[in-house]
């Protein structure tokens, strides 16, 4: 089955501590990009990811860092979280070039308390 | 500045009823119009999509119209039903950006039955 899985589905942290969600997918995708949604805000993107080893910033990408080492993982790490991100996180894949739909993982709900 | 303006923010509608969500843009460089359906606790999924070169599509119960002319594309979602119960995003996508999607801020559905 295709999909894009994340890790955890929900985490509260403390201000400070460092973490990683997860991401992965299994349909070979070259382009991943991580969004957050918040309410009325729809989804942001975050960082991208064209291939290996290529990343690049989306539209709020301070307090946030990624890696593309694999094709089919995309790590998204928070150095030093802080409670404005608090917010619902989606990974999604797609096949690069323009066309063809965006699949999103389940999204993990994080707070930082 | 948020480049893709959804409304309504949210709006409730009988079984059977019509449900209608507009989207408006700013960017003509956007070449392709998706929309995505979420359900609770869950990553958003593609519903139907558009391109600028057809004024209409339909699939189903679901139907975009698109006037490129205004800058402005519509959900009309036909004979309402309680499993249309969800939030819906519009999204605007720029070929030349890779697959970057700018979303709405969504929209709330609740179908009475």
């Known amino acids: 089955e295709a999909q894009v899985t994340q890790n955890p589905r929900y985490l509260i942290t403390v201000t400070g501590k460092k973490l990683t969600v997860t991401c992965s997918q299994n349909m070979n995708h070259e382009y991943m990009s991580w969004y957050r949604q918040d309410p009325g805000l729809g989804l942001r993107q975050i960082y991208y990811?064209?291939?290996?080893?290529?990343?690049d910033k989306g539209d709020v990408p301070e307090g946030y860092k990624v890696s593309r080492k694999e094709k089919r993982n995309f790590p998204l790490i928070l150095e030093s979280p802080s409670p404005n991100q608090t917010s619902l996180y989606f990974c999604?894949?797609?096949?690069?070039?323009?066309?063809?739909?965006?699949?999103f993982g389940q999204g993990t709900r994080l707070t930082v308390v | 500045q948020q480049q893709v303006k959804q409304s309504p923010q949210s709006l409730i509608v009988q079984k059977g009823g019509i449900s209608i969500i507009n989207c408006a843009y700013e960017?003509?460089?956007?070449?392709?119009f998706p929309w995505y359906q979420q359900f609770p606790g869950k990553g958003p999924a593609l519903l139907i999509a558009i391109r600028p070169d057809v004024s209409e599509k339909k699939e189903g119960r679901f139907t975009i119209s698109f006037n490129k002319s205004a800058k402005q594309f519509s959900l009309h979602i036909m004979d309402s039903q309680p499993g249309d119960s969800a939030t819906y995003f519009c999204a605007a996508r720029r070929g030349a950006a890779g697959n970057k999607l700018t979303f709405g801020g969504g929209t709330r559905v609740l179908v009475k039955p």
């Open positions: 960017n003509t460089a956007f070449d392709y």
């Open positions: 999604a894949s797609s096949l690069s070039g323009g066309g063809g739909e965006a699949f």
């Open positions: 990811s064209m291939n290996v080893e290529v990343t």
